[in-house]
Structure formats: structure tokens, C-alpha cells
């Protein structure tokens, strides 16, 4: 079934782990035994092949470039400046990408219904370029609010303020705090140019402070349920109500630690916690369970965002196995085309409006 996977971190795969994604997984894999400088190394699931191998035709692919105050002690760049440039590095890799005909950006109506209808016609899916929708994760390498709109006029569609830490523009996973005065001119911004407004690592304060200040299109691109896996980098109740409220699509994310409650990385496995695409079901269902529908659910998968098959769901080999999915939610009841909405239908939905 035609899929849209909602949080890929493509780009970074590519240019900081170092993979060719236009190969197999396996030749991936192969090319990393032996290397030990990141902790998925030899266990990747995910590469332009495999997507289309799961019928994967559209993502929402993303550029990510944090900013580290002198005392912050998370990895990241020294500089907005330098946080912009490695965006604009992102950037490029994905125009090779649309040169080689591997991908397609989609940026407005025009370009998501050629897209839609390339991937529904009886050419094989090998021969198709991924459609993808560039997302910003984390506003830092922003270095004015001003720059939103070079990025949009490169086709960024989709900004989450904040990732991890403390942020110029927002407080992210794990950190505290309102948006900053910057933010609230990057809310402004994004408005203007009706960018759509990624909630995902929003901390609490933050979060409500941009859905009190935001008025245009807001999603969760790959979040699970706080009441499942008590963290803060989940939504409360609370919150996922809220976005609901504001009509938002919410995609379930597959690393481990964000499924199963207790899990220690690099320590905990995913089959001795129990954790396969079943759970993934239990999150979205609990969505669907607090919305009253099956209208705001989505995958968000973000199977590449720096883990592997070390810490995601141990029945899934490669994104391809996405394919799954639409059994394992028949299973619990819902209908073909509650499915067909979890799978394509409700990002679907959402986009033509939001560019309506």
C-alpha cells in the first residue's frame, strides 16, 4: 500500500554517517562491519531502495543543524553560521539526489498530485524518484528569523523549532523554558510564508506557548504517547488533544526507547523488551482512542534519526517492512479505509489543505 513516512533524516545519513543511499541496505551494511564510531554501524534499515521496496513514495525529509552554547555539552556546531552551512550542505545532497533522478521535491499542489499519481500508475517502483518534503528539524542554524525565507524559496515547507537541549528559537527534549524572542519572530515568519509548524520535541513550555502564539498548519511528525512511555519527549493526553483540536496529523516514531517504557540504550535489546511493530499499534491506537477517529494518525518513522536495528522494533529488517503495518491495524478493528488514512490518507488530507 502506497506509504508516506512523515520523519526521515536522509541527508544526515548520508553526510555524516557516510552512506550512499542510493545502494541496498545490505551493501550499506557490508561497507560499515567493522566500524565502530556510531552505534548503529552495520545496522542501518534504511536507503532509497528500501523505500521503494515499501511502496514508500513521499517522505518528509529533513535538514538538522544544532547550535551549542559554550556550556551546552551536546554535540553539535559552534556557530549559527556553521549550523547554517551544513544545512546548506543537506541541502545540496538532496539536489544531487533530484539530478540523479533518485528524488523529487515536492514544495505546493502542483508537484504533491504529480507525485501521488507517478507512484499509483503501473510503472514499477523501482523507476520512481522519492517524493520529498523538506523539513527543518530544529530552527538554531537559522541565524536570523529572516533566513526562513531562503530556506522556503529552497523549498523548506515544515520547520520544528526546537530538537534537543536548549535552543536559540525554542526549548527542545529534555530542556524547559517559553520560545525565546527569537521564536516568537520565527512563528511570525513561518505564518507569513505558511510553513507548516512541526510540534515534535517541543518541551512542555514551549509547546504551549507556540500553539498559543501559532495560527497557521501544525503537525507532529514523529511523536508517541507520554501515557505509554512516561517521557518527556512524548505528548501527555493533554497535548496530543490539543493538536487534534488544531486538526494536526501526529506520526508514530519507531525508536525503541520512545515505544517500550524502561528501555536503556545500548544496554536493553528489542526482542527481551518486547518490542515489535505491535507496539507502534499501541501508540497510534491510543490516538485514535482519544480523537474518537482514525483521522490523525499518521508514520513518522524516523528509523534513520542516528539508531538502527539495535533499538527499533526487532520483526522490522529495513523500512520496507512498513508493509506490515496496515495487517497489524486491521487486527485491532479499524477498517480498509481507516488504514488507508494511517498510511497515506490523513498526510494526504493535511497537505492539500494546508496548501490549498
Known amino acids: 500500500m502506497f506509504t508516506i513516512d512523515a520523519h526521515l533524516d536522509l541527508s544526515m545519513n548520508a553526510l555524516e554517517w557516510n552512506r550512499d543511499l542510493t545502494r541496498e541496505v545490505s551493501a550499506i551494511n557490508q561497507r560499515e562491519q567493522g566500524l565502530t564510531d556510531k552505534p548503529d554501524r552495520a545496522l542501518a534499515t534504511v536507503s532509497l531502495p528500501e523505500l521503494r521496496k515499501g511502496d514508500i513514495g ?3 525529509a529533513t535538514q538538522i543543524a544544532r547550535y551549542v552554547a559554550p556550556d551546552n555539552h551536546l554535540p553539535g556546531w559552534h556557530s549559527a553560521q556553521q549550523a547554517w552551512a551544513q544545512t546548506q550542505g543537506q541541502l545540496a545532497w538532496y539536489k544531487a539526489m ?7 521535491q515536492v514544495h505546493n499542489l502542483e508537484t504533491l498530485e504529480k507525485q ?6 503501473d510503472q514499477p517502483a523501482s523507476e520512481k524518484p522519492i517524493g520529498y518534503i523538506l523539513s527543518l528539524e530544529g530552527a538554531d542554524s537559522f541565524i536570523t528569523p529572516q533566513y526562513l525565507e531562503r530556506a522556503w524559496q ?9 530538537h534537543y537541549g536548549p535552543g536559540r528559537y525554542a526549548q527542545g527534549t529534555d530542556a524547559t523554558g517559553k520560545m525565546t524572542a527569537l521564536g516568537h519572530q520565527l512563528l511570525k515568519e513561518m505564518e507569513r510564508l505558511n510553513v507548516i509548524l512541526d510540534a515534535t520535541h517541543l518541551c512542555d513550555d514551549s509547546f504551549w506557548d507556540a500553539l498559543g502564539r501559532f495560527n497557521g498548519h501544525i503537525w507532529a511528525s514523529h511523536n508517541n504517547c507520554r501515557s505509554l512511555v512516561n517521557d518527556n519527549r512524548q505528548y501527555s493526553d493533554e497535548q496530543i ?8 496529523v501526529i506520526g508514530a516514531a519507531l525508536d525503541a526507547w520512545m515505544m517500550v517504557p524502561n528501555w536503556q540504550r545500548g544496554i536493553s535489546q528489542p526482542k527481551a523488551m518486547n518490542c515489535n511493530l505491535e507496539v507502534m499499534i499501541d501508540h497510534i491506537d491510543h490516538i485514535c482512542q482519544l480523537a474518537g477517529n482514525a483521522l490523525h494518525v499518521g508514520i513518522g518513522s524516523d528509523l534513520d534519526g542516528a539508531f538502527g536495528k539495535e533499538q527499533c522494533p526487532y520483526d522490522l529488517e529495513t523500512i520496507a517492512d512498513l508493509q506490515k503495518v496496515p495487517d497489524l491495524f486491521r487486527k485491532r478493528g479499524y477498517t480498509h479505509a481507516d488504514v488507508e488514512n494511517l498510511m497515506h490518507g490523513n498526510w494526504l488530507r493535511f497537505l492539500r489543505k494546508a496548501w490549498a
Open 241 to 248: 488533544k490539543a493538536l487534534i483540536d488544531r486538526g494536526a
Open 58 to 60: 513521499l517522505v518528509v
Open 98 to 104: 533530484e539530478d540523479a533522478g533518485e528524488m523529487f
Open 154 to 162: 529552497n523549498g523548506l515547507r515544515a520547520v520544528g523549532p526546537a
Open 116 to 121: 501521488i499519481t507517478l507512484w499509483q500508475n
